[in-house]
């Protein structure tokens, strides 16, 4: 059973676009996903300005590999080392935490991913 970072069972990030590793919706681990796209994101224009700048272009569709291209308010399982880079550059996405995955805390602390949850009461 896949567990979010608050130990209860990880929930559906988005399916349009359909994101995860697998592309099952989920920020599932898998021990082949080395880079750990474990954080579920609400990209905004700044984020996608600020990935793009250090070589991770996610604004621009990519046909031949059924990528459309991420557009502000998507919802994308993003790599936990590219949200700490990016929280550290002051343009961390908004964080989605019942979709996050427990592995991602081997990377971010739980308190920065608090700060910028948008589903924490």
């Not at 676009?17 to 224009?45: I, K, Q, W, Y």
């Not at 550059?89 to 949850?117: F, M, N, Q, W, Y």
Request: charged share 20%.
């Amino acid at each position: 059973m896949q567990r979010n970072i608050f130990g209860d069972t990880l929930t559906l990030c988005s399916s349009r676009p359909l994101t995860g590793f697998t592309r099952n919706g989920c920020c599932d681990a898998m021990p082949e996903d080395a880079a750990s796209h474990t954080v579920c994101v609400e990209v905004t224009p700044e984020f996608l300005a600020y990935s793009q700048s250090v070589g991770n272009d996610l604004s621009t569709p990519v046909p031949e590999f059924g990528f459309d291209g991420l557009r502000p308010g998507d919802r994308w399982c993003l790599c936990a080392a590219r949200w700490q880079q990016a929280l550290e550059a002051g343009r961390a996405p908004r964080v989605i935490l019942s979709a996050t995955h427990e592995r991602c805390l081997e990377i971010i602390d739980i308190d920065d991913l608090k700060a910028h949850a948008l589903d924490l009461v």
